[in-house]
Structure formats: C-alpha cells, structure tokens
C-alpha cells in the first residue's frame, strides 16, 4: 500500500560491515523496482533497479535481490560508510494502476544508522 | 549532471496565503511527479504529468491545490488559500518515459502558520 512513515524501523550496523535492507512488496504483477536513499534534508536518491526478469542487480557496493516467490526484495551494501546513513525506500510499478498509467508505490522505508 | 531543480528551497507562509512552487524536470524527460512528503503519511503521490497533460491528480485536495506545466521546462504547485496542515515537504520527481524511473529534486519545506 502506500507508505506510512511515523515510526521508522532502524537497522544500526558498524561501519565496515554488510547492511541488508528488506522490503516485501504488494503486488505479483508489478514488473520494476527501485532503491532509493534520502539523506536528511534531501529528496529520494535513485540507487539502483531491477526488472521483475532478473533475480540479481550489482551496481558499486550494492546488490538488489528480487524474490518474485515471496515478493521480497532486498538491498545489499557491502562495507558499509557512515555515508551510507539514511532512509533507504523500496518502490514498486504496478502496470495499469488506477488512472491507467504505471505508478510508484514505496514502501514506508528504513532508517540506516551506521556507527564508527 | 543533470537534476531536477525546485525553488524555492525553503518557504513560511501564514495561513490563508498563496503558495506557488516551481520545478525544473531534467532536459528532455516526459514525465513529471508531485510528491508531498510528512512524517505521519511518508511518500504521498499529488499529482503526474505526461508530456505535459496532466493524467492524474486524485491525490490532490481540488479545492486548493492546482498543477500545472506552462512549458516544458517548467512545472507549477500552487495552494490556495494555505493551511497549516499542507506543512510538508514537496517533492517533485521527473522521468524519461513509462519505463517507471524517477528522479528527485531536493524539495520544497513549507510551513504554514
């Protein structure tokens, strides 16, 4: 559904480990996916996609898994730096959403806290 | 580097008056997205744009929000009257085509008194 954002949940890792973000999305037809990150005061920064044909993504230091099964997706971030600290939101395209046009819905999101 | 550009950055406003917010998609992009962003309701999308014809904006309060896209280069939010519930951060968003990807601009914080 749409998001909802009061009560983010926070993964807190130490700097230099690998952070997994989860996402579980809402429709088995949606056929695009993308990661993005905002950074306090920012708006939402295109990380990477993935189409519902592929399994896998790698980008630099991040890897988007897709699990079409269980309607999972998942952000990888190897080696992770304090940089990395933001929100991270999954968004999905649904073809045909009301309106008829191919719409993003995001997820609530998910605060990265990353600690020296 | 191409972005979206939004002005202004930073907008207070007493209620009642007139808010316009501008946006500048990337060059060449054909669609184009208003977002309005608060802590209790996270991403909320407002209105979408295609090749600058307005295809939905059932996400806007109609009797005080308007969008629209005079040009190309050139995307409008305006409320009217303001109130102090539309405090939020407005984000517009362009993008190439339907494939669905979307660029941010950095926002527009408004506060209403």
């Known amino acids: 559904g749409e998001s909802v954002g009061l009560h983010l949940p926070t993964l807190s890792v130490q700097e230099g480990d690998n952070s997994i973000i989860n996402c579980a999305y809402s429709n088995s037809a949606s056929d695009y996916f993308i990661w993005y990150k905002q950074e306090s005061g920012k708006g939402p920064q295109f990380i990477i996609d993935i189409r519902s044909n592929m399994d896998k993504r790698q980008g630099q230091r991040v890897t988007v898994l897709l699990n079409k099964t269980v309607k999972h997706l998942s952000l990888q971030i190897a080696a992770t730096q304090p940089g990395d600290s933001a929100v991270y939101f999954c968004?999905?395209?649904?073809?045909?959403?009301?309106?008829?046009?191919?719409?993003?819905?995001f997820g609530a999101g998910t605060r990265l806290a990353v600690h020296p | 580097d191409a972005r979206v550009t939004q002005t202004p950055r930073d907008k207070v406003t007493e209620m009642g008056q007139e808010v316009t917010m501008r946006c500048q998609p990337i060059l060449g992009h054909n669609t184009v997205f208003w977002y309005r962003q608060t802590m209790m309701q996270g991403l909320e999308l407002l209105a979408y744009f295609r090749n600058r014809a307005p295809l939905d904006d059932s996400g806007m309060p109609k009797d005080r929000f308007s969008a629209e896209m005079p040009d190309a280069t050139l995307a409008t939010l305006k409320i009217q009257p303001s109130e102090p519930r539309d405090s939020a951060v407005y984000f517009c968003?362009?993008?190439?085509?339907?494939?669905?990807?979307?660029?941010f601009g950095p926002g527009t914080r408004l506060l209403v008194l």
């Open positions: 968003a362009s993008g190439p085509s339907e494939q669905g990807t979307q660029y």
């Open positions: 968004a999905e395209k649904s073809p045909m959403f009301s309106g008829g046009y191919n719409k993003l819905i």
